[in-house]
Nanobody, 121 residues
Framework: QLQLAESGGGLVQPGGSLKLSCVAS????????IAWFRQAPGKEREGVSC????????RYSNSVKGRFTISRDNGRNTVYLQMGGLTPEDTAVYFC??????????????WGQGTQVTVSS
């Protein structure tokens, strides 16, 4: 059973960058789809990005497209989310989750406590 742990969050000024890591307990089989999502206080969980490991295809929400990049470290059990051009609207707890079906799966499962990203001046 895969276990995922998020890290890399922190406090950053508007316009800044952060790189989040989603580290798996073991090698992530290529039939998995790994997604990043976030939740801010008073808001429902929002899908941010997803990578289909089998072919490397990616998707992004409209709010982050062009600013965030999802990738997999082929040498390690890690999926990254490179975040740039951050705005206060990006402030949230960020989680990663796994699906065995597709990036459109409404039932991604996440592991760990998430990592807090705060964008503020």
């Amino acid at each position: 059973q895969l276990q995922l742990a998020e890290s890399g969050g922190g406090l950053v000024q508007p316009g800044g960058s952060l790189k989040l890591s989603c580290v798996a307990s073991e090698f992530i089989p290529n039939y998995y789809h790994i997604a990043w999502f976030r939740q801010a206080p008073g808001k429902e969980r929002e899908g941010v990005s997803c990578i289909t490991l089998r072919d490397g295809s990616t998707r992004y929400s409209n709010s982050v497209k062009g600013r965030f990049t999802i990738s997999r470290d082929n040498g390690r059990n890690t999926v990254y989310l490179q975040m740039g051009g951050l705005t206060p609207e990006d402030t949230a707890v960020y989680f990663c989750g796994a699906s065995r079906s597709s990036c459109a799966d409404p039932n991604f499962r996440s592991w760990g406590q998430g990592t807090q990203v705060t964008v503020s001046s």
